[in-house]
């Protein structure tokens, strides 16, 4: 089993709609959880980053960790097609001296006008 | 404004050839990586360095070499020893590994 699993898509919504993008992981030791958006021919961008379980919102974005589950979520609200992207999920075990960063592959969204 | 810039944006390599890829930061990062990107496979580690002269091997060094001479600066050499160097190269650092890592913008090598 892979370390983190994403659903490569792609994935095609309508301007408005709420978008959800998931990763699972089977590592328990992770405790730190980036989502990275990634245009075409560009480097990833940050988008949200969170500790440990619960849910951080920044306008129209929501990022969800379920530790219990080791699942991990981003939810795009009102999405524009200013938000066509890959969308990549990380997590490290220790934010502080110890483990890289371990990504997902990348869900490629597309919202269409 | 603080960033990661990597150079060139485009880099065409004849078989047999040595390039280097430049990647520098001016963000006070001690912690800084090596990825290569390709079609359907994501993100993988080619070299990583957590401290001036120290650098680690990732999952693919094999045909790469690095050095960290400078914190501000991390090249990456793909060598003739690199079978398959066509890909979009990323640079990113962090404050300390784990922590987010800022990206910089790619270098896209294909070889000719």
């Known amino acids: 089993q892979k370390e983190v699993e994403q659903d490569p898509g792609p994935l095609s919504v309508p301007e408005g709609a709420i978008v959800s993008l998931n990763c699972t992981y089977s590592?328990?030791?992770?405790?730190?959880f980036m989502w990275y958006r990634q245009y075409s021919r560009k480097g990833p961008e940050l988008l949200m980053y969170?500790?440990?379980?619960g849910n951080k919102e920044d306008g129209r974005f929501t990022a969800q960790v379920d530790k219990s589950s080791k699942y991990i979520s981003l939810f795009i609200r009102d999405s524009q097609p200013s938000d066509s992207a890959t969308y990549l999920c990380?997590?490290?075990?220790?934010?502080?001296?110890?483990?890289?960063?371990?990504f997902g592959k990348g869900t490629k969204l597309s919202v269409k006008p | 404004d603080g960033g990661i810039t990597q150079s060139p944006k485009y880099l065409f390599r004849k078989e047999g050839q040595n390039v280097t890829l430049s990647c520098e930061q001016n963000?006070?990062?001690?912690?800084m990586y090596w990825y290569r990107q390709d079609p359907g496979q994501g993100l993988r580690l080619i070299y990583y360095?957590?401290?001036?002269?120290?650098?680690q091997k990732g999952d693919i060094a094999e045909g790469y070499s690095v050095s960290r001479e400078k914190k501000e600066s991390f090249p990456l050499t793909v060598t003739s020893a690199q079978k398959n160097p066509t890909a979009f190269y990323l640079c990113?650092?962090?404050?300390?590994?784990?922590?987010?890592?800022?990206f910089g913008s790619g270098t896209r090598l294909t070889v000719v």
């Open positions: 990113a650092s962090s404050i300390r590994a784990g922590e987010g890592y800022t």
């Open positions: 590592n328990s030791a992770f405790q730190y």
């Open positions: 969170t500790y440990s379980s």
């Open positions: 990380a997590m490290s075990g220790h934010g502080g001296s110890q483990g890289n960063l371990i």
């Open positions: 963000l006070n990062h001690d912690a």
């Open positions: 360095s957590q401290i001036v002269n120290d650098f």
